[in-house]
């Protein structure tokens, strides 16, 4: 017999009132209920960060998270970035930076650093690299991302940017 529980979840905004399966975790609820398929799903226990999401503000692992343990949070996922139909300022530092190649960890990164960068203490390149390093990319060996991810923090953070990135849009 299946355990159905009513949930209530704000994703990129939008309320969801769902009906969900106890077992099912935030990212299945994300990709098959909302229709959220930009997050992606991978390892599904926890090593890689492809599902990351933000949920409450804090990048979090959603196939971590069963979809009942999330009621009443506020979610965003990748979508949530790109503002009427433009990049934000990460995907516009990404594409600048040549930061992905098959694109796979690209959601999670996005995230990650999205709900990352307000935390940071600084923006030296050290402290980017720990950032990021809790996401697994196979393809671009990082150095292009700690780029894209240090452009756009020492943006946010009003800092001078290096004379050879450029500001971000
Ligand atoms: S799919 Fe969640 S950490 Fe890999
Ligand atoms: S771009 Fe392919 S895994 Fe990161």
């Known amino acids: 017999m299946n355990d159905r529980h009513l949930i209530e979840l704000t994703v990129n905004g939008e309320e969801h009132e769902l009906l969900v399966e106890a077992r099912e975790t935030l990212v299945d609820v994300l990709r098959h209920r909302v229709g959220a398929t930009g997050t992606h799903v991978a390892c599904e226990h926890g090593i890689c960060g492809a599902c990351t999401v933000l949920v409450d503000g804090e990048p979090t692992r959603s196939c ?6 999330a009621d009443g949070s506020e979610v965003r996922t990748v979508e949530s970035l790109a503002d009427e ?4 300022d990460l995907q516009e530092a990404f594409t ?12 999670g990164m996005l995230m990650l650093a999205e709900g ?4 940071l203490e600084s ?3 050290e ?4 950032l990021v390093s809790a996401n697994l990319c196979r393809c671009t060996g990082y150095e292009t991302i700690v780029d894209a991810v240090g ?3 020492r ?3 009003g800092e001078t940017p290096d004379t050879s990135e450029g500001a971000p849009a």
């Open 151 to 153: 452009r756009v923090a």
């Open 96 to 107: 600048d930076c040549h930061s992905l190649q098959c694109g796979f960890c690209t959601p």
């Open 85 to 88: 139909g433009g990049l934000n």
């Open 64 to 69: 971590l998270v069963l979809g009942v343990m």
């Open 116 to 119: 990352g960068i307000p935390h």
């Open 127 to 130: 402290e980017i690299r720990e």
């Open 123 to 125: 923006s030296d390149r």
């Open 155 to 157: 943006h946010r953070r």
